[in-house]
T-cell receptor, first 114, second 115 residues
Framework: DQQVKQNSPSLSVQEGRISILNCDYTNSMFDYFLWYKKYPAEGPTFLIS?????DKNEDGRFTVFLNKSAKHLSLHIVPSQPGDSAVYFC?????????????FGKGTHLIIQP | DAGVIQSPRHEVTEMGQEVTLRCKPI?????LFWYRQTMMRGLELLIY????????DSGMPEDRFSAKMPNASFSTLKIQPSEPRDSAVYFC?????????????FGPGTRLTVT
């Protein structure tokens, strides 16, 4: 039973356009959400996070939106660049951002086309 | 800092053999996590430690899996005996574990193949 779902295994976007990656969750106890980026043969690296008390968090080209009523979050990348091509994982925590383990989605492979 | 260090990077073993994966967390981090990535199940949390103490091992699939953290700078994940379905990439991650926001820093992973 996947508590964090990324329903798009892959997404292709043209360079310079906006990339939107989606994530849904089922556990209403989740109160902290993170996005990780992963290149082949490397471990995931932290990208951006959001607490459930917020509905938006922005960091440069990356913005995460949270819709608690829909149990949905999305990551926007604008403008998309070739180096953004990677697998993006959505993750969630039910511990208020404490030191507990994360529940991950299966990932979305983003391909930025020149 | 060198980041989270995992060894070996690749491991190929035969079914029934014991496998030991190693992890050195980032200095100063007091939380350590073991994850497994497979095509079918994605990234799954196996076990995590706070201050060297195992907190939640509910993700460990079977008794064949065990993990230890004898000190703040070292952890092992052991599979005995190994089976082909254990083939996966195993990641170790660490964090300073302080709220309200934190990041987990991942190692490069160990790709395990059990034949």
């Amino acid at each position: 039973d996947q508590q964090v779902k990324q329903n798009s295994p892959s997404l292709s976007v043209q360079e310079g356009r906006i990339s939107i990656l989606n994530c849904d969750y089922t556990n209403s106890m989740f109160d902290y959400f993170l996005w990780y980026k992963k290149y082949p043969a490397e471990g995931p690296t932290f990208l951006i996070s959001i607490s459930s008390i917020k509905d938006k968090n922005e960091d440069g080209r990356f913005t995460v939106f949270l819709n608690k009523s829909a149990k949905h979050l999305s990551l926007h990348i604008v403008p998309s660049q070739p180096g953004d091509s990677a697998v993006y994982f959505c993750a969630a925590s039910d511990s208020g951002g404490g030191a507990d383990g994360l529940t991950f989605g299966k990932g979305t492979h983003l391909i930025i086309q020149p | 800092d060198a980041g989270v260090i995992q060894s070996p990077r690749h491991e190929v073993t035969e079914m029934g053999q014991e496998v030991t994966l190693r992890c050195k967390p980032i200095s100063g981090h007091n939380s350590l996590f073991w994850y497994r990535q497979t095509m079918m199940r994605g990234l799954e949390l196996l076990i995590y430690f706070n201050n060297n103490v195992p907190i939640d091992d509910s993700g460990m699939p079977e008794d064949r899996f065990s993990a230890k953290m004898p000190n703040a700078s070292f952890s092992t994940l052991k599979i005995q005996p190994s089976e082909p379905r254990d083939s996966a990439v195993y990641f170790c991650a660490s964090s300073h574990g302080q709220g309200p926001t934190y990041e987990q820093y991942f190692g490069p992973g160990t790709r395990l193949t059990v034949t």
